[in-house]
């Protein structure tokens, strides 16, 4: 079965700092990986999906990485604001069978 | 487009009682999920369905059932509910099986004493 991991479980940072968000998998066999952003009470929000023979992908201050031989996959968050603020979720989908696999999730507290 | 709804936004229950959780998406897709969130245990497939007509079971069935009652619509079921089932339950849709994004309803959070 698919372990997913992300270490912290929670980060704080004050504004306008760049920070790196991680995520492990313990099966490189894998079809695709997103990340999701979930705001407290809320659900959650799709930020990247980066199939397996892509690297990385982008969309404005956000790019995520991904390293399938290692079984890793970063977020990167640049000039981070207080509007960042939110529990960032990877979730992997492997190459066999029909589900996704989440992490528990980085608690990101951005100070103004 | 309302994208992914879900009803009620909360509900308690007794041991035993049984309720049953409504998802509705309006964006055509085909393919539909019920997940859980635990603290600490990250969001858990129960079922999901990859089409109209269809449903699988995904990590943690036991104890509930699904219905896709049309595209649009996929509900969840507790027949009898125990104090274990106390979460918070995610409805999602998805164009096509795990292969495209997914979006996700705001939540059912569901308390059985």
């Known amino acids: 079965k698919q372990e997913v991991t992300q270490i912290p479980a929670a980060l704080s940072v004050p504004e306008g700092e760049n920070l790196v968000l991680n995520c492990s998998f313990t099966?490189?066999?894998?079809?695709?990986l997103q990340w999701f952003r979930q705001d407290p009470g809320k659900g959650l929000t799709s930020l990247l999906l980066i199939q397996s023979s892509q690297r990385e992908q982008t969309s404005g201050r956000l790019n995520a990485s991904l390293d399938k031989s290692s079984g890793r996959s970063t977020l990167y968050i640049a000039a981070s604001q207080p509007g960042d603020s939110a529990t960032y979720l990877c979730?992997?989908?492997?190459?066999?069978?029909?589900?996704?696999?989440f992490g528990t999730g980085t608690s990101l507290t951005v100070i103004p | 487009n309302a994208g992914v709804t879900q009803t009620p936004k909360f509900q308690v229950l007794k041991t035993g009682q049984s309720m049953t959780l409504q998802c509705a998406q309006d964006?055509?897709?085909?393919?539909m999920y019920w997940y859980r969130q635990d603290p600490g245990m990250g969001l858990r497939l129960i079922y999901y369905s990859a089409s109209e007509g269809t449903t699988d079971k995904g990590e943690v069935p036991n104890g509930y059932n699904v219905s896709r009652l049309n595209k649009r619509e996929f509900s969840l079921r507790l027949e009898s509910a125990a104090p274990s089932q106390t979460s918070v339950y995610f409805c999602a849709s998805s164009v096509l099986q795990g292969a495209e994004t997914q979006y996700f309803g705001p939540g059912t959070r569901l308390l059985v004493l």
């Open positions: 964006m055509n897709h085909n393919s």
């Open positions: 979730a992997v989908r492997p190459h066999t069978g029909n589900q996704f696999y």
């Open positions: 099966d490189s066999a894998i079809y695709n």
